[in-house]
């Protein structure tokens, strides 16, 4: 029988800024190895404010799956991002390795959050030149 590691618990006060960064957004890290995890997974929250969107960027090698906790976001995705479709409170959303995307809040009053799960235990951030796709 294998030996069993400790779960672990990340509470919110924990969550951690320092982590890649996109213009427009916050993502805060929670199960990540700076946490002294042994994980082969990232996960943390991503927020968006009313009205905001993002910088273009992709995740490199990294698979994501999203699930919206709250609010609407439009998600643009594509070489010019011409692909869009919008998700809403209790969707998951994957987006692929390498695809370039960029998130829009459409609401005045309301920001969005995400929980999202990376494949990889390394944060990988790659902001694309230019801020909208238009």
Do not use: C, K
């Amino acid at each position: 029988m294998p030996d069993h590691l400790p779960l672990s618990i990340v509470r919110p006060a924990a969550f951690d800024p320092g982590t890649a960064q996109t213009p427009g957004s916050l993502r805060l890290a929670a199960i990540t190895r700076g946490h002294g995890l042994e994980t082969g997974l990232w996960g943390g929250t991503f927020l968006v404010e009313p009205g905001a969107r993002t910088g273009i960027h992709h995740h490199g090698e990294q698979e994501t799956i999203v699930y919206v906790l709250e609010g609407t976001s439009v998600v643009r995705w594509g070489e010019r991002g011409e692909s869009e479709a919008t998700v809403h409170a209790g969707d998951f959303l994957h987006v692929p390795a390498w695809t370039p995307h960029m998130e829009i809040n459409p609401s005045a009053d309301r920001p969005f959050r995400w929980i999202v799960v990376r494949s990889t235990p390394d944060p990988i951030v790659v902001n694309l030149p230019g801020d909208y796709w238009g």
